[in-house]
């Protein structure tokens, strides 16, 4: 199956600082990406949909100036938390839609797993 | 929107087959997938069916699909102890958006 990456696999910040979060697909290009955010023991809850060359389309309640979504290429999605608060702690995974599994199929990032302290 | 709905829970003995449940509400889902998560890893998606199928085997899984009742299943045949972990059923129903299952907990006991 296709190979999607993110980095970091974990970060510790302190409250009020940004993090950027890097989603790759390797060996396929991704004209659209999808950011999913997952709290412990819960399923992943959709928090936006990068396309790229455009906006994001974020989902009803995510802040879109808090979680800044930048697809400025076929391979790489970036999730920026701005000024996170220790409420933003949370398991972050990326998706890239394509590969070989048809249009429909959804190859999922390994995680990053962000500590807001 | 969609609901999406699976039992939190299920322990099976290493060697029997273990059946995991899922029910939505949507019946416009087009790909209905499902995914296996270990602790603290992402995803891998395990098998998907089309909508218009009822069935699709690929080696232990076995996935059914009953569009009536708004039911779909995954099978894993001779369950080992490396199939513990958390699956969830997943619905699209448009392009490429995604709605996932609240997840269950698959407990293999040696």
């Known amino acids: 199956g296709a190979v999607v990456s993110q980095h970091p696999s974990r970060v510790i910040c302190k409250s009020g600082t940004s993090v950027k979060i890097e989603c790759r697909s390797l060996d396929f290009q991704a004209t659209t990406m999808f950011w999913y955010r997952q709290f412990p023991k819960q399923s992943l809850m959709l928090m936006a949909t990068s396309n790229e060359g455009s906006k994001a389309t974020y989902e009803q309640g995510v802040e879109k100036d808090k979680f800044l979504i930048n697809h400025a290429s076929l391979t790489l999605s970036t999730l920026t938390v701005t000024s996170a608060h220790p409420e933003d702690s949370s398991f972050y995974i990326c998706s890239a839609g394509g590969g070989q599994g048809g249009g429909e199929t959804q190859y999922f990032g390994p995680g990053t797993r962000l500590l807001v302290l | 929107g969609e609901d999406v709905e699976q039992s939190l829970f299920l322990s099976v003995r290493e060697g029997d087959s273990s059946v995991i449940n899922c029910t939505y509400t949507?019946?416009?889902?087009?790909?209905l997938y499902w995914y296996k998560q270990e602790p603290g890893a992402g995803l891998q998606l395990l098998t998907y069916?089309?909508?218009?199928?009822d069935m699709k085997q690929d080696q232990r899984l076995t996935v059914l699909l009953n569009k009536k009742d708004k039911h779909l299943s995954l099978r894993i045949a001779d369950t080992q102890t490396g199939d513990s972990a958390i699956y969830f059923c997943?619905?699209?129903?448009?392009?490429?958006?995604?709605?996932f299952g609240t997840g269950t907990k698959l407990q293999v006991i040696p």
């Open positions: 949507d019946s416009s889902s087009t790909y």
């Open positions: 069916i089309f909508s218009n199928m």
């Open positions: 997943a619905l699209s129903g448009g392009y490429q958006k995604v709605t």
